[in-house]
């Protein structure tokens, strides 16, 4: 089956408001720029997203969160994006923080199929026990907090219940990808994506080389093209459009 679209646009189609999204990327690792900037450009609001970060000032994500489309964010790191924490703390958004791995875990799970699991992850702290402030309200009170989880012992250790995550769409970077939707991702652009892309019901992916079919060994392929839906090949100037974080190299 040929999954191939011709413009990001087509990619993107039938996301509306309200949709739920999985992010692939981790910082600005292996992040989708072009599939969410074209999620910009369709208008889609109140946008409930599941990624690592929610991106930065002005890139990733950060370009639906500035202009107001994210409704709701579960994620592990806000970093340094400004606009987020202003957004988060002035009550605008609901954000439901998870440990990192446990966030990996609930996408994972989400696409094998999997409703729930049991970890040590977060036992003992408001991640079990509820309290987290999910949402402001404009005199600073919490409006919204997490509620408490069901908490088992196994083998003489406490493990808190966690929810597996399935969203409407996922999308998702790659370095190599073929018609079929067979995907090879770079480094450590590794980390996120293979996971939102499972946990997507309709998957896209922008690749960065697309090859035929059988030009990617089947050992070589980190995530088969069962989960993926629709294929988006890169210009080579959108491929090499690649933002770096933060410098840390000093000359």
């Not at 987020?84 to 923080?97: D, I, K, T, V």
């Not at 799970?109 to 977060?122: E, H, R």
Request: contains cysteine; aromatic residues 6%; hydrophobic residues 40%.
């Amino acid at each position: 089956m040929d999954k191939v679209v011709h413009s990001a646009e087509e990619a993107v189609a039938g996301i509306g408001d309200g949709a739920s999204l999985a992010v692939g990327g981790f910082g600005l690792s292996g992040v989708p720029n072009v599939l969410i900037d074209a999620v910009h450009r369709l208008g889609a609001g109140r946008l409930r997203v599941v990624s690592n970060n929610c991106g930065v000032d002005g890139g990733g994500l950060g370009v639906l969160l500035a202009s107001g489309r994210i409704a709701r964010v579960t994620g592990s790191y806000i970093g340094a994006n400004k606009e987020f924490a202003r957004q988060y703390l002035a009550g605008e958004l609901e954000l439901e923080l998870t440990p990192q791995g446990t966030l990996a875990e609930r996408l994972r799970a989400g696409g094998a199929g999997i409703p729930a699991f049991f970890t040590p992850a977060g036992v003992g702290t408001p991640v079990a026990e509820g309290g987290l402030p999910w949402r402001y309200a404009t005199d600073d009170a919490v409006s919204v907090a997490s509620p408490a989880k069901e908490v088992r012992e196994f083998a003489g250790r406490a493990h808190v219940l966690e929810h597996g995550i399935t969203t409407d769409f996922a999308l998702v970077r790659a370095a190599r990808g073929d018609r079929h939707g067979n995907l090879v991702f770079a480094k450590a652009s590794r980390n996120f994506n293979p996971l939102a892309a499972m946990a997507g019901r309709v998957t896209v992916a922008e690749v960065e080389q697309l090859v035929e079919p059988g030009g990617i060994d089947p050992d070589e392929v980190h995530l088969p093209g069962v989960f993926v839906r629709r294929v988006l090949e890169l210009t080579p100037e959108q491929a090499a459009d690649k933002r770096t974080e933060r410098r840390t190299v000093r000359g």
